[in-house]
């Protein structure tokens, strides 16, 4: 059996001080990922420091004139709360197309950020994993690939991050917001999360002694033209082969904003703003859509058993864009 110690940090300083002087801590909110993968000893901290204690539970104005979610909402409290269904329901969408509910209800939006891939071989002790030991070799590659990446990846790693909740935060442009021993710090969503490189073993810019204490979503409203298209193997409780968040803002027919991300695709919620830009100014035609779906596939690149991605999310991409726009959906 695997031992750790558990304390409880009762406030943000002694958390913050804790974890930088402990060898191997993990703080721990809902602990839905972090125990599973304690459970395959893929993950084996020394010490985990409770930190639901700590003054982050709430949703509340922002500065700039949008919302702050506090690290430790639980999924559901935010996909339910009034404020994000009326002003950010691409969020509440996409929330509500993961997990189970009772995940959901145990899940924070901290750790959502946090969760870390579910390619088989990282799970399995048995197998090569440059992600679980750095340098063992890459069971995926070569191996049985079919949920894994078509864009991003490297020759070290090709798997995908698992969240649909950081899909439409990445498409909101959300910011998160740190703290450490140092002070604070805020980092643009875009850059949270790493692709593999030649370090698959990091999985965003998060530091060992930093903790996640919020998430800022920008006033920019596109509470009238979005949706989040999943797809996935069953119609519930499994990740997303491909997911496209879209949402749009649109003034006389005409797009004048347009965000688009797609998940299950690359080690990151994938975004390329010059795909967004091939839609402002456009009339929400086919045309049009086919242009964004590919500027933002450019250089998708399958695995083998994974090919059917890339045909897969050109057609999800199109068919997002055609309900965010409120056009007829015929396939
Ligand atoms: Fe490990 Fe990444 Fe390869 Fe999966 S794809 S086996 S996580 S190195």
Not at 4 to 9: A, D, E, H, I, P
Not at 66 to 95: C, H, M
Not at 199 to 225: G, K, W
Request: proline share 5%.
């Amino acid at each position: 059996m695997m031992q750790f110690s558990y304390q409880r940090s009762q406030d943000l300083p002694s958390a913050l001080s804790h974890i930088r002087s402990a060898r191997d801590a993990k703080f721990i909110g809902g602990g839905t990922n972090l125990f599973d993968l304690i459970k395959a000893d893929v993950m084996r901290p020394a010490q985990v420091l409770d930190i639901n204690q700590l003054p982050f539970h709430e949703i509340t104005d922002n500065d700039q004139g949008g919302l702050r979610i506090g690290a430790l909402v639980t999924n559901s409290d935010v996909a339910w709360n009034p404020l994000i269904t009326a002003r950010y329901p691409l969020l509440a969408k996409a929330i509500l197309a993961g997990a189970s509910p009772q995940l959901r209800n145990m899940a924070t939006t901290g750790g959502n950020l946090l969760q870390r891939t579910r390619c088989y071989y990282f799970y399995d002790k048995a197998t090569p994993c440059n992600k679980r030991s750095p340098g063992s070799g890459c069971g995926a590659i070569g191996g049985f690939n079919r949920i894994h990446a078509i864009l991003g990846a490297s020759s070290s790693c090709i798997a995908v991050h698992p969240s649909d909740m950081c899909v439409a935060l990445a498409a909101l442009d959300a910011e998160v917001r740190v703290e450490s021993m140092d002070g604070s710090r805020v980092i643009p969503f875009a850059d949270f999360h790493r692709l593999p490189g030649d370090t698959p073993e990091r999985d965003h810019n998060l530091r060992d002694d930093e903790l996640i204490t919020a998430v800022d979503l920008p006033a920019d409203d596109f509470s009238q033209h979005f949706t989040y298209i999943k797809i996935r193997d069953r119609s519930s409780y499994a990740f997303a082969l491909v997911s496209v968040a879209a949402a749009l803002q649109m003034d006389n027919g005409i797009i004048k904003k347009a965000r688009l991300a797609l998940g299950g695709v690359a080690h990151k919620p994938w975004r390329r703003p010059e795909a967004e830009a091939l839609l402002e100014n456009q009339k929400p035609e086919q045309a049009a859509f086919e242009a964004a779906a590919q500027a933002l596939l450019e250089g998708a690149k399958g695995q083998g058993h994974n090919n059917f991605k890339i045909e897969l999310a050109h057609r999800a991409i199109i068919r997002a864009l055609s309900e965010a726009a409120g056009m007829e959906v015929t396939a």
